[in-house]
DNA sequence: TAAATCCTGTGAATATTTTCACAGATAATA
DNA sequence: TATTATCTGTGAAAATATTCACAGGATTTA
């Protein structure tokens, strides 16, 4: 496992060790590729594919051990390095994310939130600590922020990356239709626009009809 | 144009129609491909063959006329009917939801939502009629609706995805977690997971460090 | 009218991803 | 111990997707 994991497998190996973490809870202690297949929707075949990208697992009969496959996909993945992110605009949505966090058991931690109206701050009540937006290069860069989560408007949206960037933020999640520019390839940006989702769901309805 | 679009095209040419939906209101009237490469942040060759998959266009030097293009996208993902979409949970997330709305300019119309919370249906207010979630199947099929967004809390979801399939929803954009499951191949399943891609983005910027 | 410039559209080459198909390993059974 | 059943891991094939590279059309310039 020295050459780097093709794109297609990183997500699925995510949501693998997404589906691992709720089966080991449930006390089960082995799963087979096409259990974890039916589970995540896709071929058998993938999974044992992406699983061996990782290493080998020895093969019982019955299939893989869930604590020692959660826990490679956790080093092939890089997730030992617990990643904090900021989360930048609280509006609904931005306030919504803040109060998920439950959902993901640690692997990466929300540690400060943004937003540039200073009174809704004050008003605002939630477990991690709030700044006004002008912070941003000061809060990311002493409290070591990795990714940054863009839920401002449209119009924002191109300027805070800018901020993000500059602090030197590793990655970007961005909930804009904007598309970031970026001259620094060195930041990951993702985008995460529920509008063009929609969209995109309409015309795979529509194409499938016809 | 008759064989099937592939699916990264899809995706491209949906955000090349919300790119020319914008770059139409500024009042320009022709983009190339290396404009809207550019601007997606893709080859333009991806563009081109992308474009080409709907048709020809003539090419002017000035490359393509954006109305016409717009059109053609249109058309070619099925755009013309607009579909009705219907929002099931309305915390946080299914709320800021809601209110969006203004950014598709009716290409997809939200026209109901539901919750299982009665007193918190009054209490919201809401352009769009809300309605309690038991009667999902009745307004689903009474109002044509073909899209669902699931936005409940996880231990719900497939309970609800069960009742609008059952209630002949042709599409789901799912928020939860929850990898949902369908007997019927004719439902469209999109998922939208914020913590898996957090977690594949944290993954990314971890495996570029390698 | 000829030359130069700036496009698109697209075969063909590459690169990437998925899937098939089966060898080999392990456990259960007789 | 032999047989059967059930897995994984993986070459090799097939399917998909991207990119190259350039022919040919349209416009501008000389």
Redesign the interface.
């Known amino acids: 496992m020295r050459e780097?994991?093709p794109e297609p497998s990183?997500?699925r190996?995510?949501?693998l060790?997404?589906?691992l973490s709720r089966v080991e809870k449930e006390g089960r202690l082995t799963v087979n590729s096409g259990f974890l297949a039916e589970?995540?929707?896709v071929k058998a075949t993938s999974i044992r594919r992406d699983i061996s990208l990782l290493g080998e697992f020895g093969n019982t009969i019955a299939g893989y051990e869930v604590q020692p496959l959660k826990q490679a996909i956790f080093k092939g993945?890089?997730?030992e390095?617990v990643?904090r992110?900021c989360i930048v605009g609280l509006?609904?949505?931005g306030?919504?994310?803040l109060?998920?966090q439950g959902?993901?058991m640690g692997?990466?931690m929300v540690v400060a939130g943004f937003d540039s109206n200073i009174n809704m701050l004050e008003m605002m009540e939630s477990a991690v600590s709030l700044y006004p937006a002008y912070q941003i290069d000061e809060i990311v860069r002493s409290r070591n922020i990795?990714?940054g989560?863009i839920t401002v408007p449209m119009k924002a949206a191109q300027g805070v990356a800018d901020k993000l960037i500059q602090a030197g933020i590793?990655?970007?999640?961005n909930f804009t239709?904007v598309?970031l520019k970026s001259d620094n390839s060195r930041v990951?940006i993702?985008n995460?626009d529920?509008?063009?989702?929609?969209?995109?769901?309409?015309?795979?309805?529509?194409?499938?009809?016809?």
Chains 1, 2 share one sequence.
């Open positions: 780097k994991l990183i997500q190996l995510c949501l060790y997404r589906l589970q995540l929707n993945l890089g997730l390095s990643k992110a509006g609904r949505l306030a919504s994310i109060n998920y959902f993901l692997d990466v990795e990714i989560i590793k990655g970007i999640l239709p598309v990951t993702r995460l529920f509008f063009s989702e929609l969209l995109i769901l309409s015309a795979a309805i529509s194409l499938k009809e016809r």
